[in-house]
């Protein structure tokens, strides 16, 4: 069974820096793609980043640009989210999804067929 494990959420201050991970287990993922997305309260879910197998593509969201890094290491089957200056309007549920090439477009969270349950991120202000 495919599982994606969300982890490293928490409450932080303004300005303050998050790690987020996702640990994929159950299958193989070579070649897979990996994205996060987050959604607040009242909400549709919102595109964050996303990276190929080999890290050469990557995309993100235009609100997190120049503030977050999305990582990976296929050794570990773990995908990271490095958050850098949060912002209080950053608060959320962050989750990450998966698919198994790099899609045209890698902000459409229909393109991935593998999600993880989530974990929450609070920016105080």
């Known amino acids: 069974q495919v599982q994606l494990i969300e982890s490293g959420g928490g409450l932080v201050q303004a300005g303050g820096s998050l790690k987020l991970s996702c640990a994929a287990s159950?299958?193989?993922?070579?070649?897979?793609?990996e994205a996060w997305f987050r959604q607040a309260p009242g909400k549709e879910r919102e595109f964050v980043a996303a990276?190929?197998?080999?890290?050469?593509?990557?995309d993100y969201g235009d609100s997190v640009k120049g503030r977050f890094t999305i990582s990976r290491d296929n050794d570990q089957n773990t995908v990271y989210l490095q958050m850098n200056s949060l912002k209080p309007e950053d608060t959320g549920v962050y989750y990450c999804?998966?698919?198994?090439?790099?899609?045209?477009?890698?902000?459409?969270?229909?393109?991935?067929?593998?999600w993880g349950q989530g974990t929450q991120v609070t920016v105080s202000s």
């Open positions: 990276i190929s197998w080999t890290g050469r593509n990557s």
């Open positions: 999804g998966a698919r198994n090439d790099y899609p045209y477009d890698a902000s459409d969270e229909n393109v991935y067929g593998y």
């Open positions: 159950g299958r193989t993922f070579i070649g897979y793609t």
